[in-house]
């Protein structure tokens, strides 16, 4: 494919080299010598991208770059200048100018430039297809053999890159991705069944990183934010309940201007719901602990009420246990509403050593998406869902609001309570109509199941968790699995197929970020 260039400058008739040049590449180049030339030539022409001298006679560059904007806003425009003056850079880089280059400049200049532009997709292409075709043999084998907690935080970091970097190319290599990432959270959870008593051992006792025991929900706190505290900085926790490594990666970008980044990974305990790991970052406790210690804190699953309205008063539990004097708020955020009053009321936040905030809304989108067609087609993959996902944090006030913390010096540890994941494969159980609704993971006294199909906890405060009934059992889905009712099951299955759930193992659910922020200055 040819590519068609203008190249507008008073001097044209001295760059036959430089066209001749392009010429030999490849490119079709048309010229001008002014810029109201170039500009009529834009507008009655196609053309792949414009190369304008900025010291014209008549329109001069800058002013021919802002009328093409206001015409063709998607051509790319490069600028050549002889001046290096800032307030020139200034204005060209506000018009949106793709590129800007200094006299004098060589042919192989330009050349560079125009691969930049009109190739870098093409060339990103052909790089991430051979990159991951090599990769994919090294995380095959890496996954068949990872034996620890830290093999399975570097392949789920590693298969996040390329889910990432695979979306913004046209590849073809997705299947594999695909096919390589469902082998992965097979093996995940073929090690968890085989790990997780010996992590929880403890029963009520919050597991201990170390020796093979990874940092867990319980210890959230009291690993990351207990230190700050300690070195006497002003903390903000922020908890985006439902946030994946994929969905932080993604607005990772939007903070690098504010805070240095210090990203790490952390282990959800079962089940990957709110209700158990959020509960227990905020207390410091396994749940059977919360229940036994603090009953009038716990809700029961079978409940009416929300399974996390204890949050503030469970984080003051772990403060007076520790026995430390701290000064927090607790914010909750659910709506527009809710973030209007959080930037709001700001400056009264400063009087605090610590602010937890608690952002609801990827959660609240995962539940909109299962109930919602329109949700569901907007956020149909895996990168339409962190896509929007990106735009709230963007545009919902959580990015000013981390902006305004980085402003007061605060440093921020942000994180979450649990992933999800896309599931795809339904799996028949039965239960009495004690049974909780979570599509991820069942509690109950009668259930009926394959036991081959799910990893079960039978004696379930050996495991850290409340027993609502003397023969309750938890089973946990994994992999793309969730769990169906074999009555109405076809309707059922139709309607919950390809939604995010959580709730049961996968790396997506329980391999999450935890992020210290510090500002930057």
């Known amino acids: 494919m040819a590519f068609n260039i203008l190249w507008a400058d008073d001097e044209i008739d001295l760059l036959k080299p430089h066209l001749l040049f392009l010429r030999s590449k490849g490119y079709d180049v048309a010229t001008a ?41 998607h051509i790319p425009v490069i600028m050549i200048t002889k001046s290096e003056e800032e307030n020139i850079m200034d204005q060209a880089v506000g018009n949106k100018i793709a590129d800007y280059l200094i006299k004098p400049v060589n042919p192989n200049q330009i050349l560079l430039a125009l691969k930049k532009h009109l190739h870098s997709e093409q060339l990103v292409t052909s790089r991430a297809t051979s990159d991951y075709s090599r990769e994919f043999g090294q995380l095959s084998q890496q996954i068949n053999s990872a034996s620890t907690i830290d093999d399975w935080y570097d392949i789920h970091s590693r298969l996040v890159f390329w889910d990432m970097e695979l979306t913004d190319t046209d590849t073809g290599m997705n299947g594999m991705l695909e096919m390589q990432k469902n082998e992965a959270n097979s093996e995940f959870n073929k090690f968890v069944r085989r790990q997780y008593e010996t992590w929880v051992s403890g029963g009520d006792t919050p597991p201990v ?15 990351s934010v207990f230190p700050l505290l300690d070195a006497g900085h002003k903390v903000c926790l922020v908890v985006i309940d439902n946030f994946r490594l994929d969905q932080w990666r993604a607005v990772q970008p939007l903070l690098a201007e504010s805070f240095n980044i210090d990203e790490r990974l952390y282990t959800s305990i079962l089940p990957t719901a709110t209700q158990y790991a959020r509960n227990a970052i905020f207390s410091g406790l396994m749940p059977v602990a919360i229940e036994r210690m603090f009953p009038d804190l716990w809700v029961d699953e079978d409940a009416d009420e929300s399974k996390n309205i204890n949050e503030s008063p469970l984080l003051e539990t772990q403060f007076r246990r520790f026995r430390r004097q701290c000064r ?24 605090n050593d610590l602010n937890v ?12 998406r299962t109930e919602s067609k329109m949700i569901r087609e907007l956020a149909g993959t895996n990168a339409a869902y962190r896509s929007l996902s990106t735009s709230w944090f963007r545009h ?27 599931v795809t494969n339904p799996i028949k159980v039965v239960g009495d109509k ?3 609704t979570n599509l991820r993971y069942k509690v109950g006294k009668n ?26 059992v938890y089973i946990f889905a994994g992999n793309r699995d969730f769990f169906a009712y074999p009555n109405n099951y076809n309707h059922y299955v139709q309607y919950y197929t390809d939604t995010f759930q959580h709730g049961g193992i996968s ?10 922020l510090t500002p930057k200055g």
Do not use: C
């Open 209 to 223: 990183p170390g020796d093979g025991t990874p940092l867990m929900s319980p210890r959230v706190v009291q690993e």
């Open 396 to 422: 919902s006030g959580a990015l000013d609001f981390l902006r305004r913390a980085a402003a007061a010096g605060w440093r921020v540890v942000l994180t979450t309570d649990h992933g999800t994941i896309r």
């Open 447 to 472: 259930l009926a199941y394959n036991s081959r199909q799910v990893y079960e906890i039978k004696k379930p405060e050996r495991f850290g968790l409340p027993l609502p009934n003397v023969s309750s």
């Open 328 to 351: 927090f708020s607790y914010t909750k955020v659910n709506d527009g509403q809710g973030m209007e009053r959080l930037l709001r009321d700001f400056n009264a936040l400063k009087e």
């Open 507 to 516: 790396l997506d659910e329980m391999l999450i970020p935890l992020v210290t």
């Open 33 to 73: 010598n002014n810029g109201r030339d170039a500009l009529d030539m834009v507008q009655n022409g196609t053309y792949d991208l414009v190369i304008l001298d900025e010291n014209m006679p008549g329109l001069t560059g800058l002013e021919t770059l802002s009328a093409i904007k206001q015409t063709a806003p």
């Open 357 to 368: 905030v608690v952002f609801n809304f990827i959660d609240m989108m995962s539940h909109a």
């Open 434 to 436: 004690g049974t909780n």
